[in-house]
């Protein structure tokens, strides 16, 4: 009998982590075929191709990225390239993660082609309406067959906002695939760095941390004066749109040239978890870091006044400090007395997705 295709969205370095895992699962399913598409929404070859090899990521066919250049990427062209390459071959379901303009693309596709679609981490809420990967979590879990949820109070949030079996949609609570990857790169793919002083590891990349210039001068003035008063330098993940939006204000050029900094390229996923792991503070507005530094027990500030991860907040994990200077020192003093213990990882979310599609698919 022909294995039933799946075709499987990914364009942005968190869906590369999540993605990676249920690969995995899915090509040990023989019921089941992958094929998987990269939007090019992250063009650049350390936010992309070294994830995959890392990873051990199957070849992705990958559309083609408009003019070279992220910034001319948009969700509409992505969604009808991506709906002319469905009409091609015709996938039977549609995979997508989380919540970047790649997830919405797969979303909207899936939709208007008629074929069933998987929210990977669906029913996950910040609620800051400003974000927009907000709004990306909302439609595309209004738009899914299967939602795959990380843990049980996101399937509770589904629910209390009418989603489920009356709408003909599957809640399945499987648990966090990127543990998964996590897991598989601690275990086979681990860089053995060598770490001489103390740090603290900073990264930025939210179009709501970056994109008005005022707001990240004064984020990336409280990380100084953070950086001077735990003694520890600053070792900053020079992200594109980061660089990009420093080479163009010469007040945030200055404020790089402190001496605080230890400036770094974009990291593949080993190396990120080897910097995590032997942080003496993460401070990040990103949410797959938030969950990587809460499981390797680093102390963690997060960027932003609020966050879809609220488990690691209630477990006193994390702390919520947006870019205010004493919010930090308040994070400081906390942990000072709450040093967070590294967890076991859960694993198993990504082939109980597998068993899963193989069930309705396959009955």
């Not at 999540?18 to 992250?42: C, D, F, M, N, Y």
């Not at 709501?208 to 993940?237: C, H, N, W, Y």
């Not at 919010?327 to 997705?353: C, N, V, W």
Request: aromatic fraction near 6%; hydrophobic fraction near 40%; include cysteine.
């Amino acid at each position: 009998m022909k294995p039933v295709l799946i075709a499987h969205i990914v364009g942005a370095r968190p869906q590369f982590v999540k993605a990676a895992a249920v690969s995995r699962a899915l090509r040990q399913k023989p019921e089941l075929e992958e094929w998987l598409i990269h939007t090019g929404q992250h063009y650049d070859p350390g936010m992309s191709q070294r994830f995959f090899d890392e990873l051990g990521i199957p070849a992705a066919e990958a559309l083609r990225i408009v003019s070279g250049k992220e910034s001319e990427w948009n969700v509409d062209w992505a969604t009808e390239a991506l709906c002319s390459l469905f009409r091609e071959r015709r996938p039977e379901a549609v995979v997508v993660h989380g919540d970047t303009l790649s997830t919405l693309a797969g979303a909207r596709a899936a939709e208007q082609l008629g074929l069933p679609l998987a929210h990977v981490e669906a029913g996950l809420r910040s609620g800051n309406w400003a974000m927009p990967e907000e709004a990306i979590r909302v439609e595309t879990d209004r738009l899914s067959r299967w939602l795959f949820v990380p843990h049980p109070s996101a399937a509770e949030q589904l629910r209390a906002e009418g989603l489920g079996s009356e709408r003909g949609q599957h809640i399945e609570t499987v648990g966090d695939v990127m543990f998964d990857s996590m897991r598989w790169v601690l275990d086979h793919n681990a860089k053995n760095q060598v770490f001489s002083e103390p740090y603290a590891l900073v990264t930025l990349h939210r179009n709501t941390t970056l994109d008005v210039a005022e707001r990240l001068g004064t984020m990336l003035e409280s990380l100084l004066q953070f950086g001077k008063s735990a003694s520890v330098p600053l070792r900053l993940i020079l992200h594109p749109r980061l660089r990009a939006m420093t080479s163009n204000a010469p007040a945030l050029r200055c404020l790089l040239r402190d001496h605080s900094w230890r400036l770094l390229p974009p990291q593949g996923y080993a190396s990120m978890l080897a910097l995590i792991q032997h942080a003496d503070w993460v401070l990040t507005d990103s949410g797959g870091l938030q969950k990587e530094a809460a499981l390797l027990g680093r102390p963690l500030l997060v960027l932003r006044a609020e966050t879809e991860w609220t488990e690691w907040v209630d477990q006193g994990r994390a702390r919520l400090v947006a870019d205010r200077y004493d919010e930090m020192e308040r994070a400081k003093q906390y942990f000072s007395s709450h040093k967070p213990k590294p967890l076991p990882i859960p694993t198993g979310a990504s082939d109980r997705i597998a068993e899963i599609l193989v069930r309705d698919l396959r009955p």
